[in-house]
């Protein structure tokens, strides 16, 4: 077999955005290594990567994970270019979580997003708090619908619908074909462009 052909069809770039402590990292974690712990804030962006097959296609996806703590916001807006995908989470149990991806985070994707054509994702995490939930399911359904953007709700802690957050909105780029023109680019050149910087790269997981 030719080694300098790439062992995967696409390679996607997802992002995870969403205030700190919503559970970006944890839903990352349950998606990649099947298990949950509990996580320190992130610093600056993490990094990891998962090759699924998915629509016949096997694909390299590069997800990352960035801070939600306020004093890293600056470090953000550049890695959103190149991305296929966003993940925005907010916590069903913490309402200002929820109004702030309206209020700030969906601007940050207009703002930044160098793909017109991006799928977005609204994720609301931490369903197995039932007890403590504040945002209603009708409330996600509405607040996606108005921005456009695939909805799920899920528990990094359950793992209840954790696949399918990072699934559907695979399935959807891969159902895009500007996107696509942009995973393959990625794969002809063989190149992953797309690391985060050194200084803020923590720690880099794989696979
Ligand atoms: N019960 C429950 N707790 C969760 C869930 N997901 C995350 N947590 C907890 O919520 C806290 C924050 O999770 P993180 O994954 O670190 O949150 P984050 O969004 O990455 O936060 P930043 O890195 O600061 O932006 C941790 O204590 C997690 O254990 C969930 O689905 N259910
Ligand atoms: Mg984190």
Known sequence: MDSSQPDFDYLFKLLLIGDSGVGKSSLLLSFT???????????????????????GK??????????????????????????QGVIMVYDVTRRETFTNLKDIWAKEIDLYSTNQDCIRMLVGNKVDKDSERVVTKKEGIDFAREC???????????????????????????????????????????????????ADASTSGCC
């Open 33 to 55: 290594s099947d298990t949950f712990d509990d996580l320190s804030p992130t610093i600056g962006v993490d990094f990891k990567v998962k090759i699924v097959t998915l629509g």
């Open 148 to 198: 456009g953007c695939l909805y799920l709700e899920c528990s990094a802690k359950t793992r209840v619908n954790v696949e399918q957050c990072f699934e559907e909105l695979v399935l959807k780029i891969l159902d895009t074909p500007s996107l696509l023109a942009e995973g393959s680019k990625g794969v002809k050149k063989n190149i992953f462009s797309q690391k985060p910087p050194e």
């Open 58 to 83: 096997k694909l390299k996806l590069a997800i990352w994970d960035t801070a939600g703590q306020e004093r890293f916001r600056t470090l953000t807006s550049s890695y959103y270019r190149g991305a």
